[in-house]
């Protein structure tokens, strides 16, 4: 009887490829798996999902991984409200 992969549930088939090649070169496979099997099953499709994002964003930016996109989003968000308080001001 052959086991099933841990990870196919969670990936779909057109990103598993790109999905599980980035966790399995930021975190490893083995740990990953391991961590899965210790979660509920119904945590389970999240934590892939998230780890899965952190691995290619990390990728992506190897020294600030996701926060990258954290402080992107802190820029847009200042940015923004000194935009809409310019506009109050002149009205």
């Known amino acids: 009887m052959m086991k099933e992969c841990v990870f196919a549930p969670y990936f779909s088939y057109d990103q598993a490829a790109t999905h599980f090649a980035a966790v399995h070169k ?22 892939a999902v998230t780890i899965a994002y952190e691995a290619r964003a990390r990728m992506g930016d190897p020294i600030y ?4 996109y954290i402080i992107a989003l802190q820029h847009q968000v200042s940015s923004s409200f000194f935009v809409s308080s310019c506009v109050i001001i002149s009205l």
């Open 26 to 47: 930021v975190f490893g496979a083995s740990n990953v798996s391991k961590l899965l099997l210790h979660l509920p099953v119904n945590y389970r499709g999240d934590a």
């Open 65 to 68: 991984g996701c926060v990258s």
